[in-house]
Structures are given as C-alpha cells and as structure tokens.
C-alpha cells in the first residue's frame, strides 16, 4: 500500500526567505506525484505534478519540486515567499496502474501549514 | 473559482439527524470524489463516483451514502449523525477517473454537529 509522509506539520519563514516543504511516499511502484495547495476559506488546488520525465517540476506561483526516486521524496520548494503563500499544502501520490482502489485515486498527506510572516 | 460547487457552504445540525450535501461537478467532468477533512484525520478520501457508478470506495461510514445523478451532479447523505462527523466536507471532480488527473475541488461544506 502507498503513503505519504509530509515531515513538518507547520513550517513558519519570512517574507522573501526560501522554503523548503518535504514530502516522502511509500510506494514499490512507479509513482504519480502532487502538490497541492489550500488557500485559507477555500478548496485545494493544484500547484504541480510530476508524472514522468524531467526530475524537476515546474508549478503555479513560482513553486518548484524535484522528484528523488532513489529518496523516494518529492519536496516542494521556493526560493523567495510572499505573505500570500500562507497556506497548508499537500501532497499526493498516485499509481499509475492501479487506481479505483479503497484510497481513492490519490492518497493526501497530513498536511504542511506554511506561515509567512512580514 | 474552480467550476465545482458546493452548497450548502455551512451546516449546523444535532445528533441523530440526517443531511444532504450537494455537489456540482465542473461542466464536461464525469468523475466526482468525496472527501472528508478534519483537524485530526487530515483528509481522508469517502468515495468516488464515475459516469453515475460507483469507482472507489474509502473510509466511508455505513451512516454515510453518495450517489451520482445522471445530469452528473452528486449528493453525499449523512445519516444518525454524530458530534465525530462535524468536519469539512470536500466535493472534487476529474474530467475522467485516470489517476494522473488534476482534481478540481470545491469550497466544502462545513458541517457542524451539535
């Protein structure tokens, strides 16, 4: 069975600083993977995803994530944050070749809670 | 705004009580999951229709049914409700049930049982 670790459950930074959200899975097959973001008083979103390819996946908001097979860790990453990516952020796996299963199609992690402060 | 809508946007209700919250999927989306988000489970899928049938089914409670109408919006019925279910209630579609899709989601339902 996959999961989804995200090792921080609140992670604070200051205006213009880097941040760095991790996200590890369990998973001994070939994984879709996704960060999600949700705003304050609103659903989720999707920021990026990475499906094959390129190890570096570029989102939404200048967000990027690179995919470790070998870490097996996706982190999400930005290299200056504004107060308005205060948000709790998810990320997600998915199996490409099994799906409809008792998980859903993507199994969320707990949740990283990303305050910027001025 | 994603193109999925949910209503109501709040609900306050007792124990013991049974309501309906509805979902509107994004036009031309044929897939509609539920989710469940709460401060201690984080969020925890309940079911997924697709194309008005059944696709997957999660951690949901036999008090609790779905169903998908064939104008493909869905309602998610909460039965003898308890102060336990009082949570953030997601609705999401996809334009198929492929699992690389992108899932657009509602604003969610609170519920708040009391």
């Known amino acids: 069975a996959q999961s989804v670790t995200q090792l921080d459950s609140q992670v604070p930074v200051f205006e213009e600083a880097p941040v760095e959200l991790r996200c590890n899975y369990s998973s001994s097959v070939s994984v879709y993977l996704f960060w999600y973001v949700q705003y304050p008083n609103q659903g989720l979103q999707l920021l990026l995803k990475?499906?094959?390819?390129?190890?570096l996946v570029k989102g939404i908001n200048g967000f990027e994530a690179e995919f470790n097979k070998s870490q097996t860790s996706f982190h999400l990453r930005k290299p200056s944050v504004h107060i308005s990516d205060t948000a709790e952020y998810f990320c997600a796996v998915s199996d490409p070749l099994n799906y409809g299963g008792s998980q859903g199609n993507l199994i969320f992690g707990k949740g990283t809670k990303l305050s910027v402060k001025p | 705004d994603s193109g999925v809508t949910q209503t109501p946007k709040h609900l306050i209700t007792a124990t013991g009580q049974r309501v309906t919250l509805r979902c509107s999927p994004r036009s031309g989306d044929l897939s509609v999951y539920w989710y469940q988000q709460s401060l201690d489970q984080g969020l925890q899928f309940l079911i997924q229709?697709?194309?008005?049938?059944?696709?997957a089914k999660g951690n949901i409670l036999e008090r609790f049914s779905a169903q998908q109408f064939p104008d493909l919006h869905s309602e998610l019925n909460l039965s003898s409700l308890e102060l336990g279910d009082s949570a953030l209630y997601f609705c999401a579609s996809s334009e198929g049930d492929r699992s690389n899709e992108k899932l657009f989601f509602g604003s969610g339902t609170q519920l708040s049982v009391l």
């Open positions: 229709y697709y194309n008005g049938e059944e696709r």
């Open positions: 990475y499906l094959s390819g390129s190890t």
